[in-house]
């Protein structure tokens, strides 16, 4: 069982204060919103839904857990490849940004070694680094995962705070259905389906008018 100061720092590095900037990020949600394949509450579920199942919140699990398990000198190695796995330019510099905001912050405030790693990556050492339970990491990460991309469906389509909320409940579930699998699996099962969303952040590089980065 974790304790209470291991969920408290988890929740500390998760939440939208910690300052990794998740909240400049759409991972590709604006542009399908834009496009109108995202209008409602009930399609950004179900977008979401895939993007946990078939996408980052399943392979960003993987790399989470092989971060946490590698030993120093095999963490270069992950890290080139959750960063080769991106499958955009805006989609790498939402992983990688937000992981080099991450290392520094927690660096900062607990010091110690923490590169610059893509976000899944830095996180998985840092709570390797901390003692932090594997399968609770994994779960308050594509819990908040999600919820940053609710609360840019929330401004983009727009929805209710309320709505968003009964999207992101009905998630949950499923955030810990992904984590589960994710944890069993290694970097050989790495595998990547959601190409709508893959070429809503491609399209996205040269959206006219926007408001978020990726």
Not at 59 to 81: C, G, M, N, Q, Y
Request: negative net charge; aromatic residues 8%; proline residues 5%.
């Amino acid at each position: 069982m974790a304790t209470d100061g291991q969920i408290l720092r988890l929740a500390q590095w998760l939440s939208p204060a910690y300052p990794v900037g998740a909240f400049a990020y759409s991972h590709g949600l604006e542009a399908a919103v834009a496009s109108g394949a995202v209008g409602d509450g009930t399609a950004l579920q179900d977008w979401l839904a895939d993007i946990l199942r078939f996408g980052a919140g399943r392979s960003d699990t993987i790399f989470l857990k092989a971060a946490h398990e590698a030993r120093p000198e095999d963490l270069p190695r992950i890290d080139a490849l959750a960063r080769a796995f991106q499958p955009s330019a805006e989609r790498r510099t939402e992983t990688t940004a937000q992981g080099a905001a991450f290392a520094q912050v927690t660096s900062a405030v607990w010091p110690g070694d923490l590169p610059a790693f893509a976000y899944p990556v830095a996180l998985g050492r840092a709570a390797r680094l901390h003692d932090l339970p594997l399968g609770l990491t994994a779960r308050m990460y594509l819990q908040a995962f999600v919820s940053n991309l609710v609360s840019a469906g929330i401004r983009l389509i727009p929805i209710g705070q309320t709505e968003g909320q009964r999207v992101l409940t009905a998630l949950q579930p499923l955030c810990e259905e992904v984590a589960e699998v994710a944890l069993t699996e290694t970097l050989d099962d790495l595998a990547g389906t959601t190409f709508l969303a893959d070429i809503a952040s491609m399209t996205h590089e040269t959206q006219y008018s926007r408001l978020f980065r990726t």
